[in-house]
């Protein structure tokens, strides 16, 4: 996509901390850090959200995450993947955060408040009805 900062990234057009790359993702060094390692994988054709990008960067960008993980020997991080803007997506290409989680004031933090649900039931029954694989 011609206006997109993350294609831009991939095509070269904007210079970028590379640190991996696949035939079908990219990785790179994240240039607002919250903590020392901070790195995003991205698929490298345009996708604006999780489910518009092809599995076969899907599956690249878990496998490398898992690669960079281990080469920092990290034993602490967070992943972070966005969709929407009232889900924070700010760039709207698909990207996934690697966040290393050094100690409690560095890295991501999470305010999570859980709440009941009346409908959990119902949405898994949606959910196996939808994905049975007899269907
Ligand atoms: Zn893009």
Known sequence: MQDCLFC????????SEKI???EHIYAFMDINPLADGHCLFI?????KTLHDT???????????IKKVVQVLDIKDYNILQNNGII???AVFHAHWHLIPKPNKNEGL???WN???SDRQE???SIIREKLSPTK
């Open 43 to 47: 698929p490298k054709k345009h996708a």
């Open 109 to 111: 933090s999470i305010l």
């Open 20 to 22: 991996y790359e696949t």
């Open 114 to 116: 859980p709440r009941s």
């Open 54 to 64: 092809p599995d076969t960067a899907l599956a690249d960008i878990l496998i490398a």
């Open 87 to 89: 889900a924070h997506q």
């Open 122 to 124: 119902e949405i898994a």
């Open 8 to 15: 831009k990234i991939v095509n070269k057009e904007i210079p």
